[in-house]
């Protein structure tokens, strides 16, 4: 019987050899202002995956698309991005190895599976585990430098060989670099304080913030 993508990073049971990476979540500086005004990292919508109110963040890069991709000299609708401590997130409702709504527009390089098939354990740790599985190094995970992406197959696994397809194969237009991107979600809200927000990114005409200001004499980073 094949096995799941989840039991492929078993074979490795040992701790991973390198800290855990922070968690992002990027989305407009309007959003980004909005959280920190309020206090917390929340959401009113269902996602359309999962059918949950969910959180959405990335391992280690900050990865991101707006849902209008037309341009804009707005500054307010400019990305900008939360730097989170992992373990902010304390018990995640899924971990996958990509963006989950990208997932149909993945191709052929899918064909066959079902996205269930890449589910991982709903641990963080096992971000780390594919990366030192399938990249030569974390930089190159975190510059999403396909050069270092190491293509492999998995006779018991057929999941295996699909994951390196949607990472190397998948059309760049249709699936950005969000289909390397390992993505963790949580049902549960994360306060914006100095023990959770390791740092805040967002464009300098909304730095000088009383919210932000807080935070930064705190000794969260802000740029």
Known sequence: M??????SLAVNTSPPANPQLPLCHVASCRTILDFIENGVVSTDEICDVFGEKLNYFFYGRAAYRPKDSSKTNVVIA???ALIIAPDAIAAPFSVYPFD???????????????????????EITECER?????????GDYIRADLDGFMRR????????????AIVRDADPD???????????TSLTDVPID????????????????SAIRSLQSQGVCVQ
């Open 78 to 80: 400019a990305p900008a």
């Open 130 to 138: 594919v990366i030192e599985r399938h990249w030569q190094s974390y």
């Open 194 to 209: 100095a023990s959770n927000i390791l740092g805040i990114v967002l464009p300098r005409q909304y730095a000088d913030n």
């Open 100 to 122: 989950t709504g990208g997932f149909p527009r993945y191709g052929p390089s899918a064909d066959g599976h079902k996205l269930t098939d890449f589910a991982m354990r709903e």
């Open 2 to 7: 094949p096995h799941s993508f989840r039991q």
């Open 174 to 184: 249709a699936a950005d670099d969000r289909r390397s991107s390992l993505e963790v």
């Open 153 to 164: 197959l998995d006779p018991d696994c057929p999941a295996v060989e699909c994951y390196s």
